[in-house]
């Protein structure tokens, strides 16, 4: 098993042109496993971790009622926002500026095979960021992703996530607010939940800024410790 994971910093970049390099790298692992199942050639998979910041972008999951995004083609033009219909699970949901989104591309057979433990590791290592800095999050029974005072009236969502999966390989991931426009998630009904908020890092915090790189180093520490991984830093321009 290789449970060596290459992190990429991709940086501010196109959600398309991100999709696109994910299912680059998707299909490379694949098709390793694929030749080791034929042939019994050894290969050692690879396994990535992406980290990536985009432009304002609504994407709905192949489970996602279009009628959850509350803007047409105009408007969303006017707010200089683009929506694709992607491969992930969940509904709709919102990526731009000031959120930090990762996607870990693993053979979780280099690790488990277990794609419910897998989603609540993403879950968790998220938990513990959040409460390095005071922040006291939790799971949602039934609801993917990282929230603040569940079982209240005041129940907001912190970081949303979504995945795929084949033979498994994953693919796509989590996107956590950390210095997010808010206003954004007010043209959609985000991951097809009305009754519940959303919320940023900044604003429970009551800061203007937190520092995005801080996060991003909490983050592959739990990841590495959850997943018993040996993270290798690599800058790319992919």
């Known amino acids: ?14 959600y ?6 994910q299912e680059e790298l998707f299909k490379g ?3 390793t496993k694929i030749k080791n199942r034929r042939e019994d050639a050894g290969l050692v998979t690879p396994n990535y971790f992406l980290f990536v910041e985009h432009p304002h972008v609504y994407t709905l999951g192949k489970s996602g009622d279009i009628s959850n995004l509350l803007l047409n083609e105009q408007q969303l033009k006017d707010k200089g926002a683009t ?5 992930r699970g969940g509904d709709i949901t919102y990526h731009g500026p000031g959120q930090i989104v990762g996607y870990p591309i693993l053979d979780l057979d280099n690790f488990f095979t277990d794609i419910h433990k897998y989603l609540r590791f993403l ?13 006291s999050a939790t799971r949602s029974e039934g609801e993917t992703g990282v929230w603040l005072d569940v079982g209240t009236p005041f129940a907001r969502k912190i970081c949303a996530m979504g995945v795929r ?3 498994w390989v994953t693919m796509h991931g989590f996107a956590l607010n950390v210095n997010a426009d808010l206003g954004y998630f007010d043209n959609i009904i985000p991951c097809g939940i009305n009754d519940k908020a959303v919320t940023s890092l900044h604003v429970e915090l009551g800061l203007e800024k937190v520092d995005e790189e801080e996060v991003k180093e909490k983050l592959l520490r739990h990841f590495a410790i959850l997943f018993e991984a040996e993270l290798v830093k690599e800058k790319t321009e992919a």
């Open 83 to 87: 929506f694709y219909k992607i491969n």
């Open 16 to 21: 398309k042109e991100t999709w696109d390099y």
């Open 29 to 31: 692992i694949l098709d």
């Open 165 to 167: 999966a084949s033979r």
């Open 1 to 14: 098993m290789n449970k060596k994971i290459e992190i990429q910093e991709l940086g501010h970049k196109d």
């Open 123 to 135: 879950e968790e290592m998220v938990i513990r960021t959040l409460g390095e800095y005071g922040i």
